[in-house]
Structure formats: C-alpha cells, structure tokens
C-alpha cells in the first residue's frame, strides 16, 4: 500500500462486532460470510451476511458448496454453522468497489490517485453527478441517483448489508436517492484557496493531498423515490468505526427536512416500517429530542424559525395551552403514532381525570346517560426540561438550516406564523 494512501504512522483501527448483545450467540456465525472488511485504513469486523457474488469475489470458476439445498441462502442465513468463507475484504473507500486481493486492491487505489493528480474536482468519494443537500461543519450530505449512480449504489448497498439484518434492495436501485454523508476536516482559515463554495455541485478547495483519506464517507440513508405511504427513508446506517457520534440523529433529521413536511398541503411520513431494533431505539430518541425541543422553544416550530422561500408552512390554530397529538405532529412533522411513542418514552404525561358529557335524548339507565371525552394527557415543559438533562439532550438540533443549500436553503419567517408556547404547562388530547 503506498504510504500516500495509508500513512505508516496511523494504527489500523478495529472495532467489536454487532452491539446489539441479546441477540443468539449462534445466529452471527450462521448469518456472516465475510468476516473482516478493511475500508481504507480502517480494519473492523462485519455483522451479517451480504450477497457479494462469490463469482466475482473467486472467479468465473468457483462453485460454492456451502448453500442450503436449493442452492440459495434463505433470508441472508445459512442453514448448518460455518465459517465465513472470506477472511478480510477490501472495499475502495471512494466508490465502494471491493476486492479479496490487497494487491488487486493497492492497484485499484492507485487508480483513484491517478485520478486526483488529473485535477482536485476529480477527487471526492462520491459519484461525479452527485448534489449537495447539506453543508455544515465539515459534514456534508450527498444526493446521489440510484438510477444514474447504478454501480456505486450496488456496491454501497452490498457493503451496507454487513451491518444491517434487514435489507432487500442491492441490486435494483432505480426507484432509490441515496443520501450519502461525508466528512471533511474544517480548512484552516490562514490556508490559500481554503474559502468554502456553497455550489450544488461538487467543489474542492484544490488544497486537499491527502488521497481522500480525511473526506470520508461515514454514512448513508436511502429513500424510495414514490413510497405509498410516504417515506421519507427506506434504511439508514452510520458505519461502525463511526457511530456513537450522533450521526445517525443528523441524517434521520436531513431526512425529515428533505421530506418537504413543511410545505403546504405536503404530507406527513416517517421511516419504513417496521423498525429493528436499534432502528427503533434510535428514532425513539430522535422523535423525543424533536418533540422536547417543540415544546422549549419560543416558538411552535421543531427546527427553529424558519420557511421555505416561495411556498407557506402549514398554519394550525390552536389554543396556547391544550393540543391534539395531530397539531404537535404537524407542528414537528412527526406522525401521530411516532409522537405517542415518544411521549410514553419520554414519561412526561399525567392523565387527568376523565370528563364525561350527557347524552342527547332520554336514557333509562345512568350508565347509557353520559358518554366518555377523549383522554387528556398534562405535558408539563419542566418534566421536559428535566428529562433532557438527565438524558444530556441538546436542545439545539443536530442540523443547521444554515446548512442546507438549493430548494432547502434558509428563508425568512413570517411574523405571523409564530406561535407562542411559553406558558408552563399544557394539556394533550389523544
């Protein structure tokens, strides 16, 4: 490997298996084919079974006779314990390409380097047709076609499916965006040729030779292009050496806002379903974050005050001091289902006693007399205040709308849309 691409003096980083610590001790042998990935100069175990064709891993040549006995693998899993039949696979950290041969793979880098020496545009780990969505603090978020980008999306997906357990789309990307997030190091200011362009397009301040190491991609989430019901992401995974960062909360938040909730007679969605979980442990948290924040701020908006340029927000009247479970969905572009979830998480609610109202006309029996109203739940904004702190939650949100570019790009509020919910307390109905 030559010593541009991966520097002597930085040790190869290797991360545990799966965290998720219930699941069968037998099922991570049963699952894996692969059993280490190296993906730059990161060296880290998989968790599950992909799809790789083992023709093109071995050759034309190679018969594999380790399948169930129709010949195929059911649901990723094998059906007798094996070992995984690669040891370590190497994936290009740029287009995702993977390779058993390290010198096939030195080889392929070097390619890449060859690329970069040809121009600085030329050098970015994502597909040339690729958009900005999100610029913000060295991470950036990438629009990427999976009709267009086929091969990139099919090795990205490929490479994902080590580390997710429930993922059916890797070949068939032509009904998906991907939305993949990369990190670069902020530019030292004092650096010629170091000022940041806002451009849709892929830029390069022209300075970087490091080869791409330090613009990495940490991460993506794909969404179907027409979702029945309204998706706004189909799977989501930050990888290994990266999580623990709060990424997964920035891209479950792009995700949000690129759903367009916020728009005028748009309609509200939520991720695939059903969830993982650590799917489910995750959204918990970001949909109780959300709602907290709802709820702390001085206006009635879950991501600050802002609008879309020539478009309206939705408008809910409601009264200061009681909401329904649908106008806080509205107000945070949370399905309603996902905000009950996330309360009961939460354990901010306090039933209050139940009203009752008579009925029309003349009921014999006392009981048939009087009929239930909905159940109203007391939400105090000090419950919420404590439960932040004990779970360190920032009340500012994982994205910068400063950050988002094109369509998404800030515009002003209207002074008018503003709601105040500054009281102390306020009653929900479900």
């Known amino acids: 490997m030559p010593e541009a691409i991966l520097p002597r003096d930085e040790p190869i980083i290797t991360t545990p298996g799966s965290p998720s610590h219930t699941r069968r001790a037998s099922l991570k042998v049963l699952s894996r084919n692969i059993d280490k990935v190296v993906l730059g100069n990161l060296l880290f175990d998989t968790w599950y079974f992909s799809p790789y064709p083992e023709n093109v891993l071995f050759g034309s040549d190679h018969h594999s006779s380790k399948t169930s006995s129709n010949g195929e693998h059911r649901n990723g899993h094998h059906e007798k314990p094996i070992a995984p039949i690669i040891s370590k696979l190497h994936v290009c950290p740029y287009c995702f390409k993977y390779s058993i041969s390290p010198v096939d793979y030195v080889s392929h880098l070097q390619m890449h380097v060859k690329e970069n020496e040809a121009g600085p545009d030329h050098w970015w780990p994502v597909p040339r047709t690729a958009l900005k969505v999100y610029d913000w603090g060295g991470y950036t978020v990438w629009d990427i076609d999976g009709e267009q980008e086929k091969l990139y999306c099919q090795n990205l997906s490929l490479f994902a499916k080590l ?95 690129l759903s367009g909730w916020e728009w005028e007679d748009s309609i509200i969605g939520g991720p695939e379903k059903p969830l993982s979980t650590l799917g489910r442990k995750s959204y918990l948290r970001f949909w109780s974050e959300r709602i907290a924040r ?69 009921h014999q029996v006392p009981e048939l007399a009087e009929e239930a109203l909905p159940t109203t739940m007391l939400i105090k904004r000090s419950q919420i205040l404590a439960w932040a702190e004990r779970n360190n939650v920032d009340l500012v949100g994982p994205v910068k709308e400063e950050g988002f570019l094109g369509e998404w790009a800030l515009s002003d509020l209207n002074e008018d849309e503003s709601v105040d919910t500054s009281s102390a307390e306020g009653s929900v109905q479900s």
């Open 294 to 362: 709802f709820f702390m701020s001085q206006s009635a908006d879950a991501e600050g005050q802002t609008l879309f340029g020539n478009v309206s927000k939705k408008r809910i009247t409601f009264a200061k001091e009681e909401m329904t479970v649908k106008e806080i969905g509205d107000r945070t572009g949370v399905l309603p289902e996902d905000v009950i979830a996330a309360l009961n998480e939460m354990g901010v609610c306090d039933a209050l006693p139940r009203k009752w109202k008579k009925k029309s006309g003349d």
């Open 163 to 257: 580390f997710l357990e429930q993922k059916s789309v890797f070949f068939d990307t032509a009904g998906f965006h991907y939305f993949v997030l990369t990190y670069s190091p902020t530019p030292d200011p004092s650096t010629p040729n170091a000022a940041k362009t806002r451009g849709r397009r892929r830029t390069s301040s022209g300075t970087n030779r490091d080869f791409g190491l330090k613009t990495q991609v940490m991460g993506f989430f794909s969404k179907e292009n027409l979702s029945w019901d309204a998706n706004n992401l189909a799977c989501i995974l930050i990888f290994p050496p990266y999580q623990h960062r709060n990424l997964g909360q920035l891209l479950m938040a792009v995700s949000y806002k």
